[in-house]
């Protein structure tokens, strides 16, 4: 039995209507699949960047109480209103980084508050200790966020 080439053209028209509707379906898994890996990626690269200015304003924030406490006897009221005003500028340059309902974001808080306060008293005895537990908070945020940078975790939001 010979098949008549009209029956031949319409199986082959079949052929590429299932072939080309495979590739389609394909091509969206694909396409699907990575736009998931950028989405992931862009919000590795959020991370990083906050991590980033994380650690800057932490940085900051810790050299302007040194230097309080390096200076404070020796400044002038003037000069010491200006300190404390960086101070309290780049301390809620962190604050502000964080969820208010983020207990870290609180522990930094009291961090930053017993240090002013403690400056107002002129007592600088502890503040070393202070500032090591803001670098523990600090170090436990980031190595949290550089996991899920790693991981590519976007599993909640940029702090």
């Avoid at 932490?58 to 101070?87: F, N, P, R, W, Y």
Wanted: charged share 25%; aromatic share 8%; with cysteine.
């Amino acid at each position: 039995m010979e098949i008549p080439s009209t029956e031949w053209i319409i199986f082959g028209n079949l052929a590429i209507g299932i072939g080309t509707f495979t590739l389609a379906i394909v091509l969206g898994i694909i396409g699907i699949i990575s736009a998931k890996k950028g989405r992931k990626i862009h919000i590795a690269d959020k991370r990083q960047e906050w991590v980033s200015t994380f650690r800057n304003y932490v940085s900051e924030v810790m050299t302007l109480q040194q230097q309080h406490s390096l200076i404070i006897k020796d400044c002038s009221i003037g000069e010491l209103d200006a300190l404390m005003k960086e101070l309290n500028m780049a301390s809620n340059k962190i604050r502000f980084m964080f969820d208010p309902s983020d207990n870290r974001r609180d522990k930094l808080e009291d961090l930053f508050a017993a240090i002013s306060k403690d400056f107002t008293n002129k007592n600088y005895e502890n503040l070393a200790e202070k500032q090591y537990q803001i670098i523990q908070i600090t170090d436990s945020i980031i190595s949290n966020q550089r996991e899920k940078i790693i991981e590519l975790d976007n599993s909640e939001p940029i702090i």
